[in-house]
């Protein structure tokens, strides 16, 4: 079977590679030129774009700013998966609220502002303390300006006045206190069968995710229901194939949905080395329509896991391989700064064994 991937990066890559035991093929798509290339090598493929189309079984996307001319393309074969309008919802701010609040799914309180003079009822409706958000285009924190107090609204006018907000709208959010940061990350198949994945809890960085652990500490059956009953939700709501990642803020006891993304993501690549089944495995059998497999943590030796981004740097430490557990995924892109260069998966038994291994890793990569 043959997959072909929008985007060469390193979502592709592990696409690839968690499809080739089971005999998928997957191809990927240089976004930037067309061009079908390997997503390992990124040596070109001898296809146009058209052929790999329609050699293809399925087609997906591993990032949701594709162009949305290639988009159409893709969607106009009735095979991509996830379909067109889960990718926009994704990619769009503005579209993700929206749907939250058809599905009447707790997120945090906003308003959408397409002129900054609006910014002045923001303040007096959702409180000085304010999280700006460009609804499209922006990722691991770029694209967002904070409002700490309303005395630094003029200045931030001023810095936000080169934008055209007609054109792409801000989101702006109540700036949250919440408990922690986890995600949900899980799959459905065209037929309507879910799973899903262990809560992760991570931790961000400069608006950066760097460190993954999942089953997230203390989560409760209450918490992980909840969590489920969001991401069933937002799956048959959009009729959604493939893996969906669902970002939640934790605020006591209750979840509220941050952001979607309508893809494998960063916060479950800790599922290639603590799950029976990878997100990127599950991807694909969603994609192709094969049964899905488990996505539960069954016990035993990988009990728990953890993922650590490594960014901006490309020391290949290899001595970090006598900690029992540890894999690494190196995604093979040139080093620049805040970049994320791969990425270590590490298991343990439970939290205590997980805590001493993160510490060693952390005074080999400090
Ligand atoms: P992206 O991941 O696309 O850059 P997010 O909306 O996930 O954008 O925001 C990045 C990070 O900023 C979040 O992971 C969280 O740490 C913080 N953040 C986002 N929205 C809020 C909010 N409303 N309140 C507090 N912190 C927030
Ligand atoms: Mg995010």
Partial sequence: MQVLVYG????????????????????????????????????????????????????????????EALLEQ????????????????GADRVREKQLLSSLAIPNCPYQIVDDLAQLDSCVENLGERLIIKASRDGYDGYGQWRL????????????????????????????????REVSLIGARSPGGEVVVYPLAENLHHEGQLHVSVAPASASTAALNEQARDIFTKLVNGMDYVGVLAVELFQCGDELLVNELAPRVHNSGHWSQAGSPTSQFENHLRAVLDLPL?????????????????????DDHQMALLSVPGVHFHWYGKSVRQKRKMGHINVTASGYAELGSKLQKLSEYLS
């Fill in 8 to 67: 060469a990066g390193q979502l592709a890559q592990m696409m690839y590679l968690d499809g080739a035991p089971l005999g998928i093929n997957v191809m990927a798509v240089d976004v930037n030129n067309n061009a079908v290339v390997h997503p390992v090598s990124k040596a070109p493929l001898n296809y146009t774009l058209e052929q790999a189309i329609e050699l293809a079984d399925a087609l997906t996307v591993e990032f949701e700013h594709v162009p």
């Fill in 74 to 89: 893709a969607e106009a074969s009735g095979k991509l998966h996830p379909g067109i309008d889960a990718i926009l919802v």
């Fill in 148 to 179: 700490k107090a309303a005395s630094e609204l003029p200045a931030l006018k001023s810095q936000l006045a080169e934008l055209d907000l007609k054109a792409v709208p801000l989101v702006v959010e109540k700036m949250l206190n919440f408990d």
């Fill in 293 to 313: 497999g488990l996505a539960c943590n069954t016990g035993g030796e990988a009990a728990v896991s953890a993922m650590i981004n490594i960014i901006g740097c």
